[in-house]
């Protein structure tokens, strides 16, 4: 069984900065990709941004140059650095990972809130 196991959101001062952690476990063969999305109220979900396991990455247009995603393989695990933080970027936020165990397969995280408010 695999999991996904988010951390690091929290309520945060417009212009502030915070660190999302989602570390994936089980039965795991290979991991493809890993990425962040979000939610907010009364909006679809979208992606934020992903990362390949070759290194390459994505972002929304909304958060290029604000928010850096990164990767450690040997953990498993997918950070997102998210600078000069807006109102705008409230929201729930997903971690994602299509991955193989071995069915290839999409699997998200519980999701963790992050809120930028004065």
């Known amino acids: 069984q695999v999991q996904l196991v988010e951390s690091g959101g929290g309520l945060v001062q417009p212009g502030g900065s915070l660190r999302l952690s989602c570390a994936a476990s089980?039965?795991?063969?290979?991991?493809?990709?890993m990425g962040w999305y979000r939610q907010a109220p009364g909006k679809e979900r979208e992606l934020v941004a992903a990362?390949?396991?070759?290194?390459?990455?994505n972002y929304a247009d909304s958060v290029k140059g604000r928010f850096t995603i990164s990767r450690d393989y040997d953990k498993n695990t997918v950070y997102l650095q998210m600078n000069s933080l807006k109102p705008e970027d409230t929201a729930v936020y997903y971690c994602?990972?299509?991955?193989?165990?071995?069915?290839?397969?999409?699997?998200w995280g519980q999701g963790t809130q992050v809120t930028v408010s004065s």
């Open positions: 089980g039965s795991i063969f290979s991991i493809y990709t």
């Open positions: 994602n990972a299509r991955l193989s165990s071995p069915l290839l397969l999409n699997y």
């Open positions: 990362i390949t396991s070759g290194g390459s990455t």
